[in-house]
């Protein structure tokens, strides 16, 4: 079925909830100049129409080919209007950072003063490995995404792997850590607190819950990534209380930069899954 371009914009901007004045000021053109496209008086010329789609978030060829289809939005970027792409993007840079600078501190200064640290042979190669692949892959998946996201690339689905996989590598570095500590701790009759080993068990579950959402649509509400983010910001709390009061002689600013790091991926995690939410709500009205 065919829509004429003004028919079809109209539609979309009160889809939007946008009144012509509010699309003509983001636009920089007059209230009568969108009023003269929507009767169909006048067209926008290519680089105008591709700046109504990034502010109506739809795809260019959808707006001027006339053409009504349903759109498949879990194959599009989730954010492609151009202020919330800019946050997404800034916020992966944000995690990008801090987790290069724990890499290149971790190259320069941990691994040569591990021994200072003042713990046993067998602790101190585990913790030392722990770390350095917790930081490397995080930096790996954050680079990704904001590659991805420069590019406007990243797809609802991209975004679940890409998130996904951090908790993954958290989970079998903890469980490998756990399991080639225990002989030690039990030779020092320690004990795993209930707190690390739930930290393991929902660094197992909540990726199954991440792609859930992002990767079907309608098959996870977005209360279940609320949730995800709320249990992983205690847990980042209680861990990062724990580092405070240890002291490895890391350095205050080590510690301030990794829980940057990881307060980056939190944020990115309920930004990305809100903007996901409220776009499937809108193509569903």
């Not at 649509?217 to 861990?239: E, G, Q």
Request: proline share 3%; hydrophobic share 50%; with cysteine.
């Amino acid at each position: 079925m065919q829509i004429e371009f003004g028919e079809k914009l109209k539609k979309c901007r009160e889809e939007k909830g946008m009144t012509q004045q509010t699309l003509a000021d983001r636009l920089y053109v007059t209230r009568q100049a969108v009023s003269r496209w929507e009767c169909g008086a006048r067209y926008p010329d290519l680089l105008t129409a591709k700046r109504i789609s990034e502010e109506l978030e739809i795809s260019l060829d959808e707006l001027v080919s006339g053409e009504k289809y349903v759109r498949d939005i879990e194959k599009e970027p989730v954010i492609t209007a151009s202020v919330p792409l800019l946050v997404q993007t800034a916020l992966y840079a944000a995690a990008c950072i801090p987790f290069l600078l724990m890499c290149f501190f971790i190259v320069i200064s941990v691994i040569p003063r591990s021994a200072e640290f003042g713990l046993a042979d067998e602790v101190k190669n585990i913790w030392t490995a722990e770390i350095v692949a917790y930081n490397f892959v995080y930096l790996v998946m954050m680079g990704i995404g904001l590659y991805y996201s420069v590019c406007n690339e990243l797809s609802p689905r991209r975004i679940g792997w890409i998130l996904s996989i951090c908790l993954w590598m958290k989970a079998i570095l903890s469980s490998v850590v756990i399991f080639r500590m225990l002989p030690v701790l039990m030779k020092g009759n320690g004990t795993l607190t209930w707190d690390s080993k739930a930290k393991v068990l929902f660094d197992y579950t909540a990726p199954f819950i991440i792609l859930g959402f992002f990767s079907a649509k309608n098959y996870l509400d977005v209360k279940y990534i609320y949730a995800v983010v709320a249990i992983l910001a205690i847990f980042f709390i209680r861990s990062y209380y724990w580092i405070f009061q240890v002291g490895f002689d890391i350095g205050l600013s080590v510690n301030i930069i990794h829980v940057m790091g990881d307060l980056a991926y939190l944020m990115l995690l309920a930004f990305q899954a809100y903007t996901l939410n409220r776009k499937r709500a809108a193509a569903n009205l």
